[in-house]
């Protein structure tokens, strides 16, 4: 038999009994492989055999046929659960030099300083590992919270309306976007994208939220679907308070914006649409009116993640209990967490997961059995919860490390003035002291990050909800992403501005206009 094609002259290699033959030259016929060796090959030539000569080339296939990994002789050997691609950038320029090496090894060692090798390796792939799976949680861990928001609350109900098996006139997207849930634009197909610039998506109809749940588009909210379509539970994940997008496609329609706090966000109006709220009013020993009315007080951006530990509905003053919902990024080398310092980011964690989103899982806090300070809890046990099977526990290693990853955003050029600024950063390091509690760059203080309230000037209610009964240095870098709310665990000073006033006259600083302004141009470049 004739070869049809000959490849010659190449570097080929062939894997025999021993491993990997070179060879040289390749014939084929009939889609397969004749003859592969030397230049004996050349004999299978006949008239009509294309020769290729490679010139000393390499052959390679194009791609690479991964069938060997996973299918054997004996049938299949593996599946593929998840591919790791590494993209690594093209270099921008590459330059040749001559170095010489008294050794080979010291030449050897000195290609291979710059690729991480032997527990570097192991430590550098666990870091990019733990980066993946703690954003996977962070964005749609529900850690089993359906049961409650869900199965318990029956969100979902209200949610989908009445047309399609739940109760009421539903939620539209419209009214979705307007009580600050966000849509991620990354989750939608090209085609929904277009008719969404077009505006011909129906933004009207619930029968829109809810495919919008099925494409898992709607930023912290996971719906659950039976068989035939329908809505049958719905779970929350960290991102429905500490995401936003950057409303690239239209307001509340954008890309992820992890870690950023969702001012936007009306927790108290979401949860109040639930039909059934029996779990809170049980809980807290109040009517349905009451439950509503809190719910309704606190307002976009707030919620309170005490209540339900030590039922304290409103402030002695009247005013709402909530606390802004603050920012989960530039949290590396902070130590304590939280308005008032509860404890550590994975600590807070454990509490919100098993104890604010009713996730499945464990969390223990024996300062929480106190029954002075959290008769709520001290009732209901939750600080020692242990939600069998537990959902979350395995989750915090990664979950921790993917916030300690996420970086205050840069301010934007333009967005405030450079020259206030500098003259702004001379004050907040000097004259005006600031930088004594909120020390650069982590801005809070290295140590025991805690402060009584009247070191600064405000009351002690959301301190004494606390354990530490102090307030927490706020870390204050990424600060001009979260100037919505207001300033202050409770958003008790509107503007940059008032907290600058307030320090001025509490610490008596002396501060002239001008001085003050330069300050808050200072802090909206953080
Ligand atoms: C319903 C809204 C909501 C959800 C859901 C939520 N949080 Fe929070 N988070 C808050 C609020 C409010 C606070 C401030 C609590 C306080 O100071 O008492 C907070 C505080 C934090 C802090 C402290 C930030 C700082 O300034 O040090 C971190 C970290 C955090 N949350 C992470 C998470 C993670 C991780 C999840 C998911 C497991 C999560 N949160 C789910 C509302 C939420
Ligand atoms: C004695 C320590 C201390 C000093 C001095 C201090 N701060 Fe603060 N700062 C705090 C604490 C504690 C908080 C948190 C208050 C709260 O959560 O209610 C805070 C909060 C803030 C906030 C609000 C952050 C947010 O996310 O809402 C800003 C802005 C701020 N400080 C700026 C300043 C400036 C400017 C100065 C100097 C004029 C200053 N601070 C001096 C301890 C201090």
């Known amino acids: 038999?004739?070869?049809?094609?000959?490849?010659?002259?190449?570097?080929i290699r062939t894997l025999g009994r021993a491993g990997l033959n070179p060879q040289s030259h390749l014939a084929i016929a009939g889609g397969k492989v004749?003859?592969?060796?030397?230049?004996?090959?050349?004999?299978?030539?006949?008239?009509?055999?294309?020769?290729?000569?490679?010139?000393?080339?390499?052959?390679?296939?194009?791609?690479?046929?991964?069938?060997?990994?996973?299918?054997?002789?004996?049938?299949?050997?593996?599946?593929?659960?998840?591919?790791?691609?590494r993209i690594l950038r093209k270099a921008e320029a590459t330059r040749t030099f001559f170095a010489t090496f008294p050794s080979t090894t010291e030449a050897g060692n000195a290609v291979s300083a710059g690729v991480p090798s032997g527990f570097d390796k192991v430590i550098e792939?666990?870091?990019?590992?733990?980066?993946?799976?703690?954003?996977?949680?962070?964005?749609?861990?529900?850690?089993?919270?359906?049961?409650?928001?869900?199965?318990?609350?029956?969100?979902?109900?209200?949610?989908?309306?009445?047309?399609?098996?739940?109760?009421?006139?539903?939620?539209?997207?419209?009214?979705?976007?307007?009580?600050?849930?966000?849509?991620?634009?990354g989750a939608l197909p090209p085609a929904l994208q277009e008719q969404l610039k077009a505006g011909k998506v129906d933004l009207d109809d619930p029968a829109t939220t809810l495919a919008l749940l099925k494409l898992n588009a709607v930023v912290g909210v996971t719906g659950f679907f039976d068989a035939r379509g329908s809505i049958r539970s719905i779970g929350?994940?960290?991102a429905f308070c500490h995401s936003t997008v950057d409303d690239a496609l239209a307001p509340g329609i954008g890309r992820r914006l992890d870690g950023w706090a969702n001012r936007d966000l009306n927790v108290g109006a979401i949860v109040s649409l639930a039909p059934n709220l029996k779990p809170f009013t049980d809980l807290?020993?109040?009517?349905?009116?009451?439950?509503?009315?809190?719910?309704?007080?606190?307002?976009?951006?707030?919620?309170?993640?005490?209540?339900?530990?030590?039922?304290?509905?409103?402030?002695?003053?009247?005013?709402?209990?909530?606390?802004?919902?603050?920012?989960?990024?530039?949290?590396?080398?902070?130590?304590?967490?939280?308005?008032?310092?509860?404890?550590?980011?994975?600590?807070?964690?454990?509490?919100?997961g098993a104890t604010e989103m009713h996730g499945s899982g464990t969390f223990f806090d024996a300062r929480l059995s106190n029954g002075d300070q959290y008769p709520v809890a001290a009732r209901s046990g939750s600080g020692n919860t242990r939600g069998v099977p537990d959902r979350l526990t395995a989750k915090l290693a990664a979950l921790h490390f993917y916030q300690l990853s996420i970086p205050a955003p840069k301010a934007?050029?333009?967005?405030?003035?450079?020259?206030?600024?500098?003259?702004?950063?001379?004050?907040?390091?000097?004259?005006?002291?600031?930088?004594?509690?909120?020390?650069?760059?982590?801005?809070?203080?290295?140590?025991?990050?805690?402060?009584?309230p009247a070191e600064i000037g405000v009351d002690a209610f959301q301190a004494d909800r606390s354990p530490t009964h102090m307030y927490r240095t706020a870390p204050l870098a990424g600060l001009w992403t979260h100037q919505k709310g207001g300033f202050?665990?409770?958003?008790?000073?509107?503007?940059?501005?008032?907290?600058?006033?307030?320090?001025?006259?509490?610490?008596?600083?002396?501060?002239s206009d001008q001085e003050k302004k330069d300050l808050v141009e200072y802090l909206k470049g953080l």
């Open 236 to 238: 929350l994940q960290c």
């Open 284 to 352: 807290l020993g109040v009517d349905l009116a009451t439950v509503k009315a809190v719910l309704a007080s606190w307002g976009p951006g707030r919620f309170d993640a005490e209540l339900d530990k030590d039922g304290k509905a409103l402030r002695p003053d009247g005013k709402q209990a909530g606390t802004l919902l603050p920012p989960a990024f530039g949290l590396a080398g902070v130590n304590l967490h939280t308005w008032t310092g509860f404890g550590s980011v994975t600590y807070w964690n454990a509490y919100v």
């Open 1 to 11: 038999m004739r070869a049809e094609l000959i490849l010659a002259r190449g570097r």
């Open 125 to 185: 792939d666990n870091a990019n590992r733990m980066v993946r799976e703690g954003r996977q949680t962070f964005r749609f861990d529900t850690f089993g919270d359906e049961a409650f928001w869900g199965d318990a609350l029956q969100l979902h109900k209200a949610i989908a309306g009445e047309k399609h098996g739940g109760v009421g006139g539903g939620v539209s997207p419209k009214t979705a976007l307007s009580v600050g849930l966000k849509v991620d634009v």
């Open 412 to 452: 934007l050029v333009g967005s405030f003035s450079a020259a206030a600024a500098s003259r702004g950063k001379a004050l907040f390091d000097g004259r005006a002291r600031c930088a004594s509690c909120h020390v650069p760059p982590l801005f809070t203080e290295p140590g025991n990050n805690l402060h009584a």
């Open 34 to 85: 004749l003859a592969s060796g030397g230049r004996e090959v050349m004999g299978l030539r006949g008239p009509r055999t294309r020769v290729v000569d490679l010139g000393g080339a390499v052959l390679d296939q194009p791609g690479y046929d991964l069938t060997g990994v996973v299918v054997g002789s004996e049938g299949l050997l593996g599946v593929v659960t998840e591919v790791v691609l």
């Open 488 to 511: 202050y665990h409770d958003g008790r000073f509107a503007t940059l501005l008032d907290v600058v006033a307030h320090y001025d006259t509490f610490f008596k600083l002396s501060l």
